[in-house]
T-cell receptor, first 113, second 111 residues
Framework: DADVTQTPRNRITKTGKRIMLECSQTKGHDRMYWYRQDPGLGLRLIYYSFDVKDINKGEISDGYSVSRQAQAKFSLSLESAIPNQTALYFC????????????FGDGTRLSIL | LAKTTQPISMDSYEGQEVNITCSHNNIATNDYITWYQQFPSQGPRFIIQGYKTKVTNEVASLFIPADRKSSTLSLPRVSLSDTAVYYCLVGDWSNDYKLSFGAGTTVTVRA
């Protein structure tokens, strides 16, 4: 089983719809992240969380919200989706005390028409 | 944060060694250098991390000169499956939320 699982893997929806992307992890890490990747570009940080009560905005948080339901679960919501939010979304976890970097899920490909 | 510069793309052939150099002139004392690999439709995967001199694991080697202003990721005897985007990140891993994935280097391995 994957250590970091994202659902759904693909989603097509319409402008104005509310969308939730979910992430769960079995690594036992406290830190979790949501990134966005656009074609040909690197990853940009949307939100990050150090524990259930600690949530922080990243570089591009406008238009997004998050919820840390438990240590293992971190969801990303688009309250009213717009076409320029079409992208590949990644969830990641980390334990900064270990030399293993961030652990990523396989992403959610989101298309907003 | 230390800014990194790496080539946009590199081509190679199976069996060759691939060396990707990353420049990070303003690296800080507490910063580590970390490389990730990303295949299409997958999330980035941690490859190797180092602070100085040389680090080697089963996948790659990382060479860091004494001044630490650059680093080189070395992939020995590449195969077609090594075709991917490689990212160089520099930063203090206790503050890993501040790290930035740039555009990376697209390595294409040909038969």
């Amino acid at each position: 089983d994957a250590d970091v699982t994202q659902t759904p893997r693909n989603r097509i929806t319409k402008t104005g719809k509310r969308i939730m992307l979910e992430c769960s992890q079995t690594k036992g890490h406290d830190r979790m992240y949501w990134y966005r990747q656009d074609p040909g570009l690197g990853l940009r940080l949307i939100y990050y969380s150090f524990d259930v009560k600690d949530i922080n905005k990243g570089e591009i948080s406008d238009g997004y919200s998050v919820s840390r339901q438990a240590q293992a679960k971190f969801s990303l919501s688009l309250e009213s989706a717009i076409p320029n939010q079409t992208a590949l979304y990644f969830c990641a976890t980390s334990d900064p005390t270990r030399e293993s970097g961030q652990h990523f899920g396989d992403g959610t490909r989101l298309s907003i028409l | 944060l230390a800014k990194t510069t790496q080539p946009i793309s590199m081509d190679s052939y199976e069996g060759q060694e691939v060396n990707i150099t990353c420049s990070h002139n303003n690296i800080a004392t507490n910063d580590y250098i970390t490389w990730y690999q990303q295949f299409p439709s997958q999330g980035p995967r941690f490859i190797i991390q180092g602070y100085k001199t040389k680090v080697t694991n089963e996948v790659a080697s990382l060479f860091i000169p004494a001044d630490r202003k650059s680093s080189t990721l070395s992939l020995p005897r590449v195969s077609l499956s090594d075709t991917a985007v490689y990212y160089c990140l520099v930063g203090d891993w206790s503050n890993d939320y501040k790290l930035s994935f740039g555009a990376g280097t697209t390595v294409t391995v040909r038969a």
